[in-house]
């Protein structure tokens, strides 16, 4: 059977597919949300992370001859 003949043969019948989701559909966005602010949490958790070790970055700087503060 071609694929026209498939889709009139569905068309005069009337059936069609439906799929249920698995759980209602704003609990997607309620966890899209949750992903994305535990991301942002994550991101937020490495804040200054340069700043931790400065005295480390300030003495290699002296010892490799770096003047430049980065």
Same mark, same amino acid.
């Given at each position: 059977?071609? #694929? #026209?003949?498939?889709? /009139?043969?569905? =068309?005069?019948?009337?059936?069609?597919?439906?799929?249920?989701?698995?759980?209602? $559909?704003?609990?997607?966005?309620?966890? /899209?949300?949750?992903?994305? $602010?535990? #991301?942002?949490? #994550?991101?937020?958790?490495?804040?200054?992370?340069?700043?931790?070790?400065? =005295?480390? /970055?300030? =003495?290699? /700087?002296?010892?490799?001859?770096?003047?430049?503060?980065?």
């Amino acid at each position: 059977m071609s #694929l #026209l003949a498939t889709i /009139a043969v569905a =068309a005069e019948e009337g059936h069609h597919v439906v799929n249920e989701l698995p759980f209602p $559909a704003p609990l997607f966005g309620l966890i /899209a949300l949750v992903a994305l $602010a535990s #991301l942002v949490v #994550l991101t937020y958790s490495f804040r200054d992370v340069a700043n931790r070790h400065s =005295a480390k /970055a300030e =003495a290699y /700087a002296r010892e490799h001859g770096g003047e430049q503060q980065h």
